[in-house]
């Protein structure tokens, strides 16, 4: 069971909408997935409910309703029972002391950051965080402004990149709001958009990254003289 947190500093931009974007692409794909809101604000939960509202959804994640003093029991017992194969985790916005724990048992952690100079400033306390539990992390730059050549974007590639790696970019699009609305992802609602080629690849990197945890370890010395 491998378990992708987010980890935000600001509200508004777009951590909900990729956990459960990437959530719901994980499940079509086979995998099974329990989606956790940890935000009181419950967008993930009230996007799930008009989801599964319908009797005739598709394939789901699974919603497992949580505080956060309980997270950890509901983590050990998915992993004890074998129930998930993707435990994605949302959170609220801001820096709380109780979101160090999950990070530290979570396999990737995903930063979503709009590129703004406002967004890149109130970025340090949360990486901090992260940084402080060694865990795998990556920036997915998020409601970018569409365009060809966006200077903002193109300037905050190499901002993020010293700290760390970036998973992908999400332009701001009509689509993702649209889909929301109505329960679904952007590759329901469009299939074959370029919001759903965006989501594709932060999926892709996303998977790649867990792959490399499954990997064996390398033979050690003595094993291969
Ligand atoms: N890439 C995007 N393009 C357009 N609107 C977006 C995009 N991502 C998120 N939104 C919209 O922005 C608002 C905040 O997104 P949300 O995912 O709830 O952010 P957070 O969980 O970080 O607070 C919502 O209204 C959402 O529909
Ligand atoms: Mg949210």
Redesign the pocket.
Known sequence: MHILMFA?Q??????????REIGTLAAAGGERVVFVDL?P?A?LSKWWNRRTADATEPPNPALAATRPDQLLGVLTHLRATDSADLVVV?VP?SVHGFLLGIMQSSDVILI?VRPTTDDFDALPDIVDMVERTGRRYAFVL??APTGKRIRAIEEAIPILARQGRIAGV????????AA?GAGLIVSEYEPGGR?AAEIAEIWAYVGAELRKLNRPPPPSLSAVV
């Open positions: 935000k600001k509200g508004g931009v777009g951590a909900s909408t990729l956990a935000d604000q967008s949302d916005p979503p998020t409601q999400v332009r701001f699009r009509a689509a993702f709001p929301g919001a």
